[in-house]
């Protein structure tokens, strides 16, 4: 009876360990057009927890040499960008990566982002594993202009 016991217990500890895993939900992705000669770009896009706290801790793209977690930090009065290591995602939770706020800062492109076309993007999690997705590249000004 003990040993059923304990394996009902390895059992239910392990389907919470794969409900843990899920990788977190992408959304509302899109990265802002650059003029030619760019050297940066930004990237913004919400992420939803499926369940259990997670963190974003790495991404990348074949578009840049790297992609960097940024954060927005008043000092002195004014803003500047900062790198950080990871962003938390809250169990049940998400995260608005938008501009003057979060976002994902790509350094070193290989090639302007123009609007219309489409860049690969890796989002790299500590629980919820690997996040492949297709990100549209916007002209953010042409969007602002239009009218609502």
Do not use: C
């Amino acid at each position: 009876m003990f040993s059923f016991f304990g394996a009902l217990v390895g059992l239910a500890l392990a389907v919470g360990a794969l409900a843990a895993a899920a990788p977190p939900i992408v959304t509302d992705a899109w990265i802002r057009a650059t003029p030619p000669g760019a050297v940066t770009a930004a990237a913004y896009l919400t992420i939803a927890s499926a369940g259990a706290a997670d963190r974003l801790v790495g991404a990348a793209t074949p578009a840049a040499g790297t992609v960097e977690i940024h954060t927005n930090v008043a000092e002195a009065g004014s803003q500047h960008m900062m790198r950080v290591a990871e962003l938390a995602l809250p169990a049940g939770g998400a995260v608005r990566l938008e501009p003057g706020g979060q976002h994902l800062m790509l350094i070193d492109l290989k090639a302007p982002m123009v609007p219309g076309t489409k860049v690969a993007l890796s989002l790299r999690f500590a629980e919820g594993g690997t996040v492949e997705i297709d990100v549209p590249v916007v002209d953010a000004r042409a969007q602002a202009a239009a009218p609502h």
